[in-house]
């Protein structure tokens, strides 16, 4: 079966810097994918260089078989890929319901149908708020309302940029039950992440990337018994 997401040769730039210098790996259909690094190593312009938020300079993306790079990102988005943001970027005037509103899309062939019922069944925080405005509510909340929010498009494959970054031990402990159950309903879930613990406990395979270049793909459990990998790419 042909990788969901595929990306071979990525150079992507900032002004002069060369931040992504051909990165390349692939993922499966109902695979969860962590890719790791240091901060500004390159994960997060990765995730927005398949979104279409940053333009790639070479290289390939390709979604479920079909070249986006260069698309714009509604058009990106439309073909079932969501990304939650590291900045969270709820709308903060807006209650739960209506930043779910706001989301939704109809139901999309290959991917889990998600409706707010649904939804507050995945996280009973947000079906005890519908009608709080999302400024009255903690970073883990709003961590939730981002993730359900771009749930509600539909996608086939999630884009989570450092989902568990900042976040109390006990919401990163909710959001690692939360993406072993989105695993559960097969989604593909793209997950940029520091947190080798985190990342161990909900993903199936690993990309390591170091100064925009891809140093590691393998297996989690691989990754867990390479300690001179983990030492030189990942430790602080």
Known sequence: MSALLAIAGLDAY?????????VGF?????????????NGAGKSTTMKAVMGLVPPAGGTIRFDGQRIEGREPFAIARLGIGYVPEERRIFSELTVME??????????????HWTPDRLFALFPNL??????????????????LTIARTLMGNPRLLLLDEPSEGLAPVIVEAM??????????????????QNLHFAGNVADRAAI????????????DALKANEAVRTQYLSV
């Open 209 to 220: 990337i170091e100064k925009g270049v891809i140093r590691f793909t393998g297996t989690m």
């Open 127 to 144: 079906g005890r708020m519908r009608d709080r405005p999302g400024g009255a509510m903690s970073g883990g909340e709003q961590q939730m």
């Open 176 to 193: 690692a039950a939360t993406i072993l159950r989105l695993k559960e309903e097969g989604m593909s879930i793209l997950l940029s992440e």
């Open 99 to 112: 930043n779910l509103a706001v989301g939704r899309r109809p139901p999309r062939e290959g991917a889990p």
């Open 14 to 22: 900032y002004g002069r810097a060369h931040i992504l210098q051909g």
């Open 26 to 38: 692939d993922m499966g259909r109902g695979e969860v994918l962590a890719l790791m690094g240091r």
